[in-house]
């Protein structure tokens, strides 16, 4: 039994259906990469299954317990956190503040780092502690959204393209950060555009594609699938990646 | 990967060859997030206790003792709008009615049965509380724009209430209790006495302030502040500590409201209206919410500025409008801001005098 199993799952926004039936199995010793061309859903999946939105049907299941629709905070007490496709902050606090709220709140459950300080430095932001968050350049900013993930000591952390907006050397240096993670117990499922770098780095890749699953499996299968290789390069829709 | 540091622009800049606009960045950078030495902590504190302690034994007349004494309980009603503004970002334009809130609670408790100062203190201060946590409720649906709106309507609708309830409330003519039931030993018909009482409040709401801002919870208040998806994605529970704040406010406003009717010992709607409640509001910005001291600072601008300047009613409503204004423009985090603003770039111009090197890692 996969850490995460999502059913059936639906959202619709009004008239669009932003996602139409999902089944997912995600666990937590694996990098699982989410690709597909923009407004395909993946966002709403991670907003879905984190509790941002409710459902419209379907369930998700996390370790065993139906976590459908019991709101944010809940599910990343049990460890399923997320990072958002924004870059995001505590804007106005200290780098140091920004992931020491994290760690706190992980660490009422018992926390995986024993001090704030040690994310710092995994993320390598040590030296920008004592930095105000809004001020922070924009590949430091990504860096500290993760380190705020880290924080609440998940055991699965979805990341919402985490390298969009950096450059060649810090989209790498990224990579190597998050290659890190399953090692260490912590799963990750990623969305991104960069097929090169999913390829690296996934052990596995699904395939969104107007709110629907149209491949799964190993990297270099699924981009050799036709029906996936149409829907990046097909003549009637604009290549949505590199 | 290149990191730069770009806090520095942030966090004061160096006095040497000060132009304009870092003259101006004194005044509007935002240092409330940058740690204080324990050092200066403490010394501070010292400093401020000994004054206030000190204050009746100055000479300073009846007249300054008594609006000491009012400046003081405003400020301890201001701490809780201080940490529900400052730290969880709520505003709200209401607040004198929670203070009559508790200051009615605590007389009608006193004509109705008898409760004197002590007992009545803890049921007016729950009951500010539970209607500071009722208040909100609504701000978990609607934006916080919206519950500026709520609270400014509860606070016409209190006055209404108070108005024609009778004998109750005694209505527009309000309500007499008698002096604060005496300690062994101190009588607070003196007004020193009283002060010191007032003083010894204010003292539990700076410590309370102070533990809060410094504590786990202070940082969750922070980050509802700051970002409220983001903390829901780290795992605060973003409505219940709403509506905790609010009632923690409310614990305080409640206290104020008790400390303000036995002061008075007589309480009438008029005190607990929108304009009270504007003028909290402008204390607590004109002082800087998020500041320690920011919400006594503020207090005692606007309870002195008339004293001072020796302003009539209507000129000090002008002082105060023109005042607010200025600080919107100017200090938009209030007078504790620009302190704190000029601490940190006299520390900033000292550090780079004295070495350099290390810089502010
Ligand atoms: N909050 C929302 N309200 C209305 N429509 C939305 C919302 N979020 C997403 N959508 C719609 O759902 C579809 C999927 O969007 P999204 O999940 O953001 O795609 P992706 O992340 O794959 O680019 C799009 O058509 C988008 O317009
Ligand atoms: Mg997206």
């Known amino acids: 039994m996969a850490a995460l199993e999502v059913r059936g799952l639906r959202k619709q926004f009004g008239g669009v259906v932003a996602l139409n039936g999902i089944d997912l199995d ?94 710092l430095d995994f993320v390598g932001l040590a030296p920008l502690g004592r930095a105000i968050a809004g001020s922070l350049p924009f590949g430091s900013l990504r860096r500290l959204g993760l380190a705020v993930a880290l924080g609440v000591s998940p055991e699965l952390l979805l990341l919402d393209e985490p390298g969009a907006g950096l450059n060649d050397s810090e989209a790498q240096a990224f990579a190597a950060v998050i290659a890190q993670l399953p090692p260490q117990g912590i799963g990750v499922c990623l969305i991104d555009h960069d097929m090169d770098m999913m390829s690296d780095l996934c052990d596995r890749l699904i395939v969104l594609d107007f709110g629907t699953k149209i491949a799964e499996g190993l990297p270099a299968e699924v981009l050799a699938d036709s029906k996936v290789r149409e829907v990046y390069l097909g003549p009637n829709r604009k290549a949505a990646a590199s | 990967m290149p990191m730069t540091d770009n806090s520095a622009g942030k966090t004061g800049a160096a006095p040497e060859g000060v132009r304009a606009r870092d003259r101006l960045a004194l005044l509007t950078a935002d240092n409330a997030a940058v740690p204080l030495p324990a050092g200066v902590q403490a010394i501070t504190a010292i400093l401020l206790a000994v004054l206030l302690i000190a204050l009746p034994w100055l000479g300073l007349g009846y007249r300054f003792l008594s609006i000491a004494i009012t400046t003081l309980y405003t400020a301890i009603g201001l701490y809780g709008l201080g940490l529900q503004f400052g730290q969880a970002g709520i505003m709200s334009v209401g607040h004198a009615a929670l203070m009559g809130v508790g200051a009615y609670a605590s007389a ?15 049921f007016a201060m729950a009951l500010s509380a539970i209607v500071g946590g009722v208040i909100g409720l609504p701000t978990l649906r609607v934006g916080g724009q919206h519950y500026i709106i709520i609270t400014f309507c509860f606070c016409a609708l209190f006055v209404v209430v108070l108005t024609n309830g009778g004998t109750f409330t005694g209505s527009a003519t309000g309500l007499d ?11 607070f018909d003196k007004l020193s006495n009283n002060y010191y009482l007032v003083l010894a409040a204010l003292f539990l709401a700076l410590s309370a302030t102070y533990l809060i801002g410094n504590s786990r919870y202070g940082r969750t208040l922070r980050a509802i502040r700051e970002n409220e998806q983001l903390a829901r994605s780290v795992g605060i529970n973003v409505d219940l500590h709403k509506l905790g704040v609010l009632m923690v406010s409310g614990l305080f406003a409640g206290l104020a409201g008790v400390l303000q009717l036995y002061y008075l010992r007589h309480i009438s709607p008029t005190l607990f209206g929108a304009f009270p409640s504007l003028y909290l509001a402008l204390m607590v910005m004109l002082g800087g919410a998020r500041y320690l001291y920011g919400p006594l600072i503020g207090a005692v601008i606007v309870n002195f500025l008339p004293e001072v300047l020796n302003l009539d009613p209507v000129d000090s409503r002008i002082a105060y409008g023109v005042c607010l204004l200025l600080v919107i423009l100017l200090l938009p985090g209030g007078v504790g801001a620009g302190i704190k603003n000029v601490y940190c770039a006299v520390r900033g111009g000292l550090e780079k005098q004295g070495g350099g090197t290390n810089g502010r890692a």
């Open chain 1, 26 to 119: 995600i666990g937590t010793d694996q990098v699982v990469g989410i690709v597909g061309p923009n407004g395909s859903g993946k966002t709403t999946l991670f907003n879905v299954v984190t509790g941002v939105h409710p459902a419209t049907g379907g369930t998700v299941s996390w370790q065993g317990q139906d976590i459908t629709n019991i709101g944010a905070h809940r599910i990343a007490r049990k460890r399923l956190v997320r990072t958002f496709q924004q870059a995001m902050s505590f804007p106005g606090l200290t780098v140091y503040e920004n992931v020491r709220i994290a760690w706190e709140q992980g660490r009422m459950r018992g926390s995986r780092w024993a001090s704030p300080g040690m994310i």
């Open chain 2, 108 to 122: 009608i408790l006193s004509v109705q049965l008898g409760f004197g100062f002590w007992t009545s203190l803890p």
């Open chain 2, 177 to 187: 209790v008698g002096s604060v039931t005496p300690l062994p030993g101190i009588n």
